[in-house]
């Protein structure tokens, strides 16, 4: 079983910025890809970035040139570096990774619990 824990969001100005994180532990895992969803008030989960094992990353049209996604393989973190931020980035933002159970050679999908991000104009 994995554990995902998110820290970093909060509330923030138009045009100012947030780092979120996003560390992973519990069973002994080999995570693949890593990603950052979100999800407004009445709207659906959307895809914002992602990156793979070997660093390859993608964007959602609408946050690209804004965020940066990363990772620390060493501490099995992801993180997004939030700037220039709208109204409209107002969400609750979840982690998604994807891998394999080193253990049991099962597939690995596990969700953070959410944090939101409130951004006032």
């Known amino acids: 079983q994995v554990q995902l824990v998110e820290s970093g969001g909060g509330l923030v100005q138009a045009g100012g910025s947030l780092r979120l994180s996003c560390a992973a532990s519990g069973s002994t895992f080999s995570i693949n890809t890593m990603d950052w969803y979100r999800q407004a008030p009445g709207k659906q989960r959307e895809l914002v970035a992602g990156?793979?094992?070997?660093?390859?990353?993608n964007y959602a049209d609408s946050v690209r040139g804004r965020f940066t996604i990363s990772r620390d393989n060493t501490k099995n973190t992801v993180y997004l570096q939030m700037n220039s931020l709208k109204p409209d980035d107002t969400a609750v933002y979840f982690c998604?990774?994807?891998?394999?159970?080193?253990?049991?050679?099962?597939?690995?999908?596990?969700w953070g619990q959410g944090t939101l991000v409130t951004v006032s104009s």
């Open positions: 998604n990774v994807r891998g394999v159970v080193t253990t049991s050679l099962t597939n690995l999908s596990a």
């Open positions: 990156i793979s094992s070997g660093g390859s990353t």
